[in-house]
Each structure stands twice: as C-alpha cells, then as structure tokens.
C-alpha cells in the first residue's frame, strides 16, 4: 500500500527566504506526482505536475524535483512571500491497478512572516 | 473556462439523515472523483467515475454512493450520516487519461451534528 509523508508538518519563516518542503512515498511505480497548495477552509489548487519520466518542473517561483528510484520529491520556492502561507500538499499516482485514485500527504503548512 | 464547480459550499446535516453532494467538471473532462478531508488530514479517495461508470472506490462503508450523469457532471451522496462523516468534500475532474493531472474544486464543507 503507498504511503506518502511530508516532513515537516509545519515550517514557519521570514519573508524572503528560500524554503524546500519534503515529500516521501513509498512505492516507486507511479505515473505522476503532484503538488497542490490548499488556503484554510478551500479547495486544492494544483501548483505543479510531475510525469515519472521527468525530472523536475518550475513555474515562476517554483520548482518542484522527483527522484522516482528513492521515493523521493521537493518542492522549492524561492524568495518566500506572505501570500506563500498556506498548507502545501503532494500526491502520487500509481501504475497499475489503482492508476486512477491520488494519494496524499498529510501536507506541509508554511508561514510566511513579514 | 469555468473550473470544478461545487455545490453547496456548506452543510449542516442532522445524525441519521441524507445529503446529496454536486460537481461539474471542467468542460471536456470526462472524469470525476470524489475525496473526503477530515480536518488535519490529506484527502482520502472514495470514488472515480469515467464515462459514468465507476472505476474505482476508495475505504468507504456501503453508505457512500455516486453517480455520473451524461453530461459527466457527479453526484455523491451519503446516507445514514455519523458525527465521522464531517468533513470537506472535495470533486476533482481530469481528462480521464493516464498521464493527466487533476483540477480540484473548492468543495463542500459538511457539519454532522
């Protein structure tokens, strides 16, 4: 059974700061890995895609690595905004029987202080 | 393009009683899934559907149920509710093909007392 933890369960920093936020799992066949940023009380909204061929993917201020063989990804953001707190989830998506169900993380929650 | 639409935003419901949970995906998405998210924790799967039929179901009792209609928009509906079954809610839509992501709502939050 795939198991996913985000280490760790909060990280709080100055703004302006560069953070990394971890992701584990522990089965490597997947297809992809996705990270979401949900804001208190909302939806999920998908910040980056993964495909298992890949071996990371930026957007903007983001930039998020995968390491299939260790089970291992991150998400980096640079120069960290207040507008960056929020709880930053990711989630894996497996080959095979299952393929069409995500699993997730507990997720990360960051404050950004000004 | 509208996203995932969700409906109703909110919901109390009484122990013991019904309620019906509504998505529409993003047009041209032909794929809706369902997740549970008790405060604190990630989301948990309980169901997907493609091309109205179920592909999958999550660790859910027989109490949970869904449906697809033709236009691809969803249903899940939960009867005989517990204090347990408060949580968010949460539709997500997708192409249906392997390598898509996913497009998340902004949920349904649902209060059991």
């Known amino acids: 059974k795939q198991e996913v933890t985000q280490i760790p369960a909060a990280l709080s920093v100055p703004e302006g700061e560069n953070l990394v936020l971890n992701c584990s799992f522990t089965?490597?066949?997947?297809?992809?890995l996705q990270w979401f940023r949900q804001d208190p009380g909302k939806g999920l909204t998908s910040l980056l895609l993964?495909?298992?061929?890949?071996r990371e993917q930026t957007s903007g201020r983001l930039n998020a690595s995968l390491d299939k063989s260790s089970g291992r990804s991150t998400l980096y953001i640079a120069a960290s905004q207040p507008g960056d707190s929020a709880t930053y989830l990711c989630?894996?998506?497996?080959?095979?029987?299952?393929?069409?169900?995500?699993?997730f993380g507990k997720g990360t929650k960051l404050s950004v202080i000004p | 393009d509208a996203g995932v639409t969700q409906s109703p935003t909110h919901l109390i419901k009484t122990r013991g009683q019904q309620v019906t949970l509504r998505c529409s995906p993003i047009?041209?998405?032909?794929?809706v899934s369902w997740y549970q998210q008790v405060l604190g924790q990630g989301p948990q799967f309980i169901f997907q559907y493609y091309e109205k039929e179920e592909r999958g179901r999550g660790n859910f009792p027989d109490r949970f149920s869904a449906r697809q209609f033709p236009n691809y928009s969803s249903e899940l509906n939960v009867n005989a509710l517990l204090l347990g079954d408060s949580a968010l809610y949460l539709c997500?839509?997708?192409?249906?093909?392997?390598?898509?992501?996913?497009?998340f709502g902004s949920g349904t939050r649902l209060t059991v007392v």
């Open positions: 089965d490597s066949a997947i297809y992809n």
């Open positions: 989630a894996v998506r497996p080959l095979g029987a299952g393929s069409y169900q995500l699993t």
């Open positions: 047009s041209g998405h032909k794929s």
């Open positions: 997500a839509s997708s192409l249906g093909t392997d390598l898509g992501g996913y497009t």
């Open positions: 993964i495909q298992s061929s890949q």
